[in-house]
């Protein structure tokens, strides 16, 4: 079963915009982690925050986490055609297993 | 440094025939992590292998099966293969499992007619 739930579902924005995607989780966490698909390949790790943590930077990339609502957000600041991806939320439980929700595609328009 | 590698990249089976997928982890990853991604979804998770023993499997039922050999290469079987097996499988490593991220291969795309 999905531990994380991505949402929208969808998101089309215009070049130069920010996109802002949301992960809510079941179950208590030791971190999550976002990744990054391009159509049909393999998916690339962009940040990793610890439940003990709030927010995480890198570069345009702005991760939050709120572990009383069991909530993470994904922003991307001015964002660039090449953005445009499926972006998943993973959850590790204690189990330490990597548990990913359902994605949100993020189409950024030139 | 060469990152996790899958064979093979495309299979094509029958149906009812039985399919083998490899995954090479990154040098040093002793975790290894196995989904299936079926068209337009997202990863459901197949198997969890960690310093050579199978850790956690998803809801998948027992024809999907697999192991993780000395070296932390791992292989994942599907028997009795069904339409609906068609899907790209991904691999991904890690070297602390859960603590550290994920790496992930660019998968096998698995078809069956």
Known sequence: SQQGEEDPQALSIQEGENATMNCSYKTSINNLQWYRQNS?????????????????????????????KKSSSLLITASR?????????????????????????????? | EAGVTQSPTHLIKTRGQQATLRCSPISGHTSVYWYQQALGLGLQFLLWYDEGEERNRGNFPP????????????ELNVNALELEDSALYLCASSLLAGSTEAFFGQGTRLTVV
Do not use: W
Request: glycine share 8%.
């Open chain 1, 40 to 68: 049909g390949r393999g998916l690339v790790h962009l940040i990793l925050i610890r439940s003990n943590e709030r927010e995480k930077h890198s570069g345009r990339l702005r991760v939050t986490l709120d572990t009383s």
């Open chain 2, 63 to 74: 024809r999907f099966s697999g192991r993780q050999f000395p070296n932390y290469s791992s």
């Open chain 1, 81 to 110: 055609a090449a953005d445009t991806a499926s972006y998943f939320c993973a959850t590790v439980q204690a189990a330490r297993q990597l548990t990913f929700g359902s994605g949100t595609q993020l189409t950024v328009l030139p």
